[in-house]
């Protein structure tokens, strides 16, 4: 079993900075994928970005050079540097994280940390 503990969410004003943090527990080599999501209400959860065991990254139109995803292996833990914040990237932020658990290889979520962009 994989938990995760995020944190670093809460409130800024436009063009401000948040860094998101969450950490796997997990025994090495038992972290795959990582990745951030996030939701607003009514709306279905959206990747944000990800980045593999080594290091490719993915993101999606909206956060590209704005945001940067980085990992620390070595912790298992999972970062979310997000610059230039605009009031449509509040939202709920999700990790997810690919664990090795009992039942092999599956996915694994926390429990969401609020992002709130004033204007």
């Known amino acids: 079993q994989v938990q995760l503990v995020e944190s670093g969410g809460g409130l800024v004003q436009a063009g401000g900075s948040l860094r998101l943090s969450c950490a796997a527990s997990?025994?090495?080599?038992?972290?795959?994928?990582m990745g951030w999501y996030r939701q607003v209400p009514g709306k279905q959860r959206e990747l944000v970005a990800t980045?593999?065991?080594?290091?490719?990254?993915n993101y999606a139109d909206s956060v590209k050079d704005r945001f940067t995803i980085s990992r620390d292996n070595a912790k298992n833990t999972v970062y979310l540097q997000m610059n230039s914040l605009k009031p449509e990237d509040t939202a709920v932020y999700y990790c997810?994280?690919?664990?090795?658990?009992?039942?092999?290889?599956?996915?694994?979520w926390g429990q969401g940390t609020q992002v709130t962009v004033s204007s």
């Open positions: 997810k994280v690919r664990g090795l658990g009992v039942l092999g290889w599956t996915d694994y």
């Open positions: 997990g025994r090495p080599g038992s972290i795959g994928t």
């Open positions: 980045i593999t065991t080594i290091s490719s990254t």
